[in-house]
C-alpha cells in the first residue's frame, strides 16, 4: 500500500525539537502540583462496547489514513475493530464493530499498529505487530480475505515491554524487554539493523514523531535515552526518579516527554538547551503504572495509577476533566486526532470524550 507522503517537517536533533508556531508551547514553569481529587470529575463513559474475554491491552492507530481502527489484545488472540464517533458521522450516535481477529499462540503483552494498515484504499489491510509471553516480537497480517500471515520477526530472551514501528514508512519495528536490549528491524531486508545494550529491563520504546530515525528508550532505573539508529549511538539521555513504569513522547508537541513512575509523573522539554524535569504529582502521590499522552490535543495526558484509577490530566492547568476508579485496567490509548480516550477494563472497551480543556 503506498500512500502520499505528509508533509515533513524540520527534524528533531541533538537538545532540539521543532514545534509549529501555533501551538502552544510547554514549559516548565506551565506545571502545577495536582492535589489528591483537585477538580477531578468522575463521569460515566460515552460509548462501552463487551469483549467476549478480559482486554490486556489495546492500542488506536496513530495514522491518519487508519485512525479509526483499533487493536485489542486479549488472552488467545488480538481483536480489530472499526470505530466512528459522532463527530465523524451523521452527529448522533457512535459506530463501533469488530472487522477482524487473529488466534495467537502466545498471550500478547503490547501492540503497534503499521501505517501499512487502512480499510480506505485497496488492497485492505490490517497490520499489527505485537510481544507476547513467549518473548517474541510478532507480526500479524490480513487483507480480510484469503491471506493471513503470521510471521516472527524477532526474539528477545527474556519478557517483551513494548513495540513500536517508525514514521509513517514504517520500515523500522523497534521493541525492548527485560534481557536489556532494544531491537530494530528492518522489514524490507528482514533483518535486525540495530541492537543497543541497556542497563536496566527497558520499559518503553517509541520512534520520534518527526524523525524516523530517532529512537526512544526508556529503562526501568529511570534513564531515557534517545539513539540514532542510523549512527548506531546515544545522542540525548535524561533521568528520573526510578522505578520508570511508562513514557510517552507527544505527537502534536514533540518537545514534551513524559516518563510515569513510583511517584508520578516526571516532564521535559526538550527545546530547551539544557532540558530539566519537572515533577507532577497525580491522584496525591499514586504510583503511576501507565502515561499515554494526547495525540489531538497539547499537553493533554492520560494515566493508569495503582491499583485501577484512569485519570486524564492537562498539564497546562489543575484541571483533571476525567478520573474513574475501574475494576481492571487493560491499556489505555487516544485517538489520532479527537479527545476520545480508549480504556480496556475486564471485559469492556470503555471510550470517554474529554471536553472542556
Same mark, same amino acid.
Given at each position: 500500500?503506498?500512500?502520499?507522503? !505528509?508533509? !515533513?517537517?524540520?527534524?528533531?536533533?541533538?537538545?532540539?525539537?521543532?514545534?509549529?508556531?501555533?501551538?502552544?508551547?510547554?514549559?516548565?514553569?506551565?506545571?502545577?502540583?495536582?492535589?489528591?481529587?483537585?477538580? $477531578?470529575?468522575?463521569?460515566?463513559?460515552?460509548?462501552?462496547?463487551?469483549?467476549?474475554?478480559?482486554?490486556?491491552?489495546? $492500542?488506536?492507530?496513530?495514522?491518519?489514513?487508519? !485512525?479509526?481502527?483499533?487493536?485489542?489484545?486479549?488472552?488467545?488472540?488480538?481483536?480489530?475493530?472499526?470505530?466512528?464517533?459522532? $463527530?465523524?458521522?451523521?452527529?448522533?450516535?457512535? $459506530?463501533?464493530?469488530?472487522?477482524?481477529?487473529?488466534?495467537?499462540?502466545? @498471550?500478547?503483552?503490547?501492540?503497534?499498529?503499521?501505517?501499512?494498515?487502512?480499510?480506505?484504499?485497496?488492497? !485492505?489491510?490490517?497490520?499489527?505487530?505485537?510481544?507476547?509471553?513467549?518473548?517474541?516480537?510478532? @507480526?500479524?497480517?490480513?487483507?480480510?480475505?484469503?491471506? &493471513?500471515?503470521?510471521?516472527?520477526?524477532?526474539?528477545?530472551?527474556?519478557? %517483551?515491554?513494548?513495540?513500536?514501528?517508525?514514521?509513517?514508512?514504517?520500515?523500522?519495528?523497534?521493541?525492548?524487554?527485560?534481557?536489556?536490549?532494544?531491537?530494530?528491524?528492518?522489514?524490507?531486508?528482514?533483518?535486525?539493523?540495530?541492537?543497543?545494550?541497556?542497563?536496566?529491563?527497558?520499559?518503553?520504546?517509541?520512534?520520534?514523531?518527526?524523525?524516523?530515525?530517532?529512537?526512544?528508550?526508556?529503562?526501568? %532505573?529511570?534513564?531515557?535515552?534517545?539513539?540514532?539508529?542510523?549512527?548506531?549511538?546515544?545522542?540525548?539521555? #535524561?533521568?528520573?526518579?526510578?522505578?520508570?513504569?511508562?513514557?510517552?513522547?507527544?505527537?502534536?508537541?514533540?518537545?514534551?516527554?513524559?516518563?510515569?513512575?513510583?511517584?508520578?509523573?516526571?516532564?521535559?522539554?526538550?527545546?530547551?538547551? @539544557?532540558?530539566?524535569?519537572?515533577?507532577?504529582?497525580?491522584?496525591?502521590?499514586?504510583?503511576?503504572?501507565?502515561?499515554?499522552?494526547?495525540?489531538? #490535543?497539547?499537553?493533554?495526558?492520560?494515566?493508569?495509577?495503582?491499583?485501577?484509577?484512569?485519570?486524564?490530566? &492537562?498539564?497546562?492547568?489543575?484541571?483533571?476533566?476525567?478520573?474513574?476508579?475501574?475494576?481492571?485496567?487493560?491499556?489505555?490509548?487516544?485517538?489520532?486526532?479527537?479527545?476520545?480516550?480508549?480504556?480496556?477494563?475486564?471485559?469492556?472497551?470503555?471510550?470517554?470524550?474529554?471536553?472542556? %480543556?
Amino acid at each position: 500500500m503506498t500512500s502520499a507522503p !505528509r508533509p !515533513r517537517r524540520s527534524p528533531w536533533r541533538y537538545r532540539r525539537c521543532c514545534v509549529a508556531a501555533s501551538e502552544r508551547p510547554w514549559s516548565p514553569g506551565l506545571v502545577s502540583e495536582i492535589s489528591p481529587k483537585a477538580m $477531578e470529575v468522575n463521569i460515566a463513559p460515552a460509548l462501552s462496547v463487551n469483549t467476549r474475554t478480559q482486554v490486556l491491552a489495546l $492500542e488506536f492507530s496513530p495514522y491518519e489514513w487508519s !485512525r479509526g481502527l483499533l487493536a485489542v489484545a486479549l488472552p488467545t488472540s488480538v481483536a480489530v475493530y472499526s470505530i466512528k464517533f459522532k $463527530e465523524e458521522g451523521d452527529g448522533t450516535s457512535e $459506530e463501533c464493530g469488530q472487522v477482524w481477529e487473529w488466534h495467537v499462540s502466545s @498471550q500478547p503483552v503490547c501492540l503497534a499498529w503499521s501505517p501499512n494498515a487502512t480499510l480506505r484504499a485497496a488492497p !485492505r489491510c490490517l497490520q499489527v505487530t505485537l510481544g507476547s509471553t513467549d518473548h517474541k516480537v510478532t @507480526q500479524l497480517t490480513s487483507d480480510l480475505g484469503d491471506s &493471513h500471515t503470521a510471521q516472527d520477526i524477532l526474539s528477545h530472551t527474556d519478557f %517483551v515491554n513494548s513495540v513500536t514501528y517508525n514514521g509513517d514508512s514504517g520500515n523500522f519495528v523497534a521493541s525492548v524487554g527485560d534481557d536489556l536490549t532494544a531491537r530494530v528491524w528492518d522489514s524490507s531486508l528482514q533483518s535486525q539493523v540495530a541492537k543497543f545494550l541497556l542497563t536496566s529491563p527497558g520499559m518503553v520504546v517509541r520512534f520520534h514523531p518527526e524523525d524516523p530515525d530517532l529512537l526512544l528508550v526508556a529503562e526501568k %532505573v529511570g534513564v531515557l535515552r534517545v539513539y540514532s539508529v542510523a549512527g548506531g549511538c546515544s545522542t540525548l539521555s #535524561v533521568r528520573c526518579p526510578g522505578p520508570l513504569l511508562s513514557a510517552d513522547w507527544s505527537i502534536p508537541d514533540p518537545s514534551l516527554l513524559v516518563a510515569a513512575g513510583a511517584k508520578g509523573l516526571t516532564v521535559w522539554n526538550l527545546a530547551s538547551q @539544557q532540558p530539566r524535569s519537572e515533577h507532577v504529582e497525580v491522584g496525591g502521590g499514586e504510583k503511576v503504572l501507565n502515561v499515554a499522552v494526547c495525540r489531538s #490535543v497539547t499537553g493533554l495526558v492520560a494515566t493508569h495509577a495503582a491499583p485501577h484509577t484512569v485519570r486524564v490530566t &492537562h498539564l497546562h492547568s489543575n484541571k483533571v476533566p476525567i478520573a474513574a476508579h475501574l475494576k481492571v485496567v487493560g491499556g489505555i490509548s487516544w485517538h489520532q486526532n479527537l479527545p476520545y480516550l480508549a480504556v480496556g477494563s475486564d471485559r469492556r472497551i470503555l471510550f470517554w470524550k474529554i471536553d472542556n %480543556v
